[in-house]
């Protein structure tokens, strides 16, 4: 019997990769180790050979749901680890939360013809870097505004932000 959570995953990474490498970044899927840490995905640029600040990149944890969001926010709990995995500001390399929403049918995940190749829904990110850390010791409930969609130009925007040190 399938596991339909795994599956998720593995169409999140997927989305994911499509939009990166559409943006014209570089990305790894993180090995065990690093998963451990709360990082599922890292998002690079490699810049100019011998030049200061060479690569820079994000560190993604990485959500893939069937649930839809409201008018304003996708709404998504998070166990507390990766709450807090995604709060503290010390971190050197910048970390989001990107969230994939998929059709609750898997049949429905994607679409294609001679045309075009379609991967449903689409994707949301957040920065929640600095938020507070709570009390509950079991999980977080976050929500990220529909407008920040994870696109070939948020990709953009996030990785044009890093290079200039801004915040997300």
């Not at 505004?145 to 070939?152: A, E, M």
Request: negative net charge.
């Amino acid at each position: 019997m399938e596991d339909i959570n795994n599956l998720k995953g593995e169409f999140g990474i997927a989305f994911v990769r499509a939009v990166v490498h559409a943006a014209g970044f570089y990305m790894e899927v993180s090995s065990r180790m690093l998963d451990a840490d709360g990082v599922d995905i890292q998002i690079f640029h490699k810049g100019p050979y011998k030049t200061i600040g060479r690569s820079h990149a994000v560190q993604v944890q990485l959500k893939t749901t069937s649930k839809k969001p409201t008018k304003d926010f996708l709404t998504e709990v998070l166990p507390i680890k990766n709450y807090e995995e995604l709060i503290y500001s010390n971190y050197q390399v910048p970390r989001i939360l990107v969230v994939i929403v998929v059709p609750q049918k898997r049949e429905e995940w994607v679409r294609l013809d001679e045309e075009e190749l379609v991967m449903k829904h689409c994707g949301y990110w957040a920065s929640f870097r600095g938020y507070p850390e709570i009390e509950n010791t079991t999980s977080r409930s976050v929500q990220i505004p529909r407008n920040q969609l994870f696109n070939v130009e948020a990709v953009g925007e996030i990785m044009d932000k890093i290079a200039r040190r801004e915040d997300l």
